[in-house]
């Protein structure tokens, strides 16, 4: 006899919330946050639009989820590694933006704080979330560092916060212009040649012995 057919195949309750993230992540870089609806978000994590709100109650609880799940991790890293570095302030630093670059450069995830500042006028409530939980958080570390290197006379005395900005806002601009305008410009830069750049021109204002130099005074 031939056997039963078998049941369809149904997946694990514990992998929809992952399977939803990925899909709303996929569905916010695509479309934004305005113009992102929750019926989307099922279909294309092959479930019901109910059972979306069964996990998230609103698309500001989806979205504050999808930060938690593919952002704060990367965050967490770079904490870990600085609470158990005992190297150079300086290799640190250096590391932890490459590490920063390396997130910015991963196309689905530099989508998020695109969609951030494009739309903080309209959802305030979604930026303050960001803020707090990434920028503030990602500052204080960089920070951290830094005030660690002016202790240890390895960067030149200097305002940290001023610091932090500097060394971000280039990589975040590269990041918006990449995700914008670069396909009306015909003279791209490499991004790898443009992070090495930054990188060495930033490392040497900041170092209070720039490598085969003098004394900064």
């Not at 196309?107 to 903080?120: D, N, T, W």
């Not at 290197?149 to 610091?163: E, T, Y």
Request: charged share 25%; aromatic share 8%; net charge neutral.
């Amino acid at each position: 006899m031939p056997a039963p057919p078998s049941a369809p195949r149904q997946r694990r309750k514990d992998a929809r919330p992952a399977e939803l993230l990925a899909a709303a992540l996929d569905v916010f870089v695509e479309k934004g946050f305005a113009a992102t609806r929750m019926d989307e978000i099922a279909q294309r994590a092959g479930v019901s639009k109910g059972t979306v709100f069964l996990y998230y109650e609103s698309k500001q609880a989806l979205f504050r989820a999808v930060v938690q799940e593919a952002v704060v991790p990367h965050l967490a890293a770079g904490e870990a590694l600085a609470e158990a570095a005992d190297s150079d302030p300086a290799q640190l630093l250096r590391e932890l933006l490459r590490r920063y670059w390396q997130v910015l450069g991963d196309a689905r995830l530099a989508g998020i704080p695109k969609l951030v500042m494009a739309e903080a006028g309209n959802f305030p409530e979604v930026a303050a979330f960001y803020h707090e939980n990434v920028v503030e958080r990602g500052r204080a570390l960089f920070i951290a560092v830094l005030e660690r290197g002016i202790q240890a006379g390895v960067f030149r005395p200097c305002n940290p916060l001023v610091i932090c900005h500097l060394a971000i806002a280039p990589l975040m601009f590269s990041c918006m212009w990449r995700q914008t305008l670069a396909c009306c410009d015909d003279r791209q830069i490499d991004p790898e040649i443009f992070v090495q750049t930054h990188l060495d021109m930033f490392m040497r204002g900041l170092l209070a012995v720039p490598a085969g130099g003098r004394n900064v005074e």
